[in-house]
């Protein structure tokens, strides 16, 4: 039945069902969408969620910003 609505072969479905981090992103949606589960799937991509990206981020900003001398 799950491999009717992901529309997936039978090996990769029991790869996704293992958890094999080699089976595609696209994959593991189908599956999680035929599961009922897809609603938080973009919060995935979301930087603003990224907290670890963010703090780097901030520290790459200048430390100083000089004004430059309008002629």
Known sequence: MML???GLS???YAQVEKGV???SMAAY???LNAL???RNLALLADPARDEAG???ETENLPKRVRRT???
């Open 54 to 56: 963010l703090l780097i």
């Open 10 to 12: 039978k090996r990769t």
């Open 4 to 6: 009717e609505r992901t």
């Open 29 to 31: 949606a189908m599956a």
């Open 69 to 71: 001398k309008s002629s």
């Open 36 to 38: 009922g589960l897809s």
């Open 21 to 23: 981090p080699t089976v």
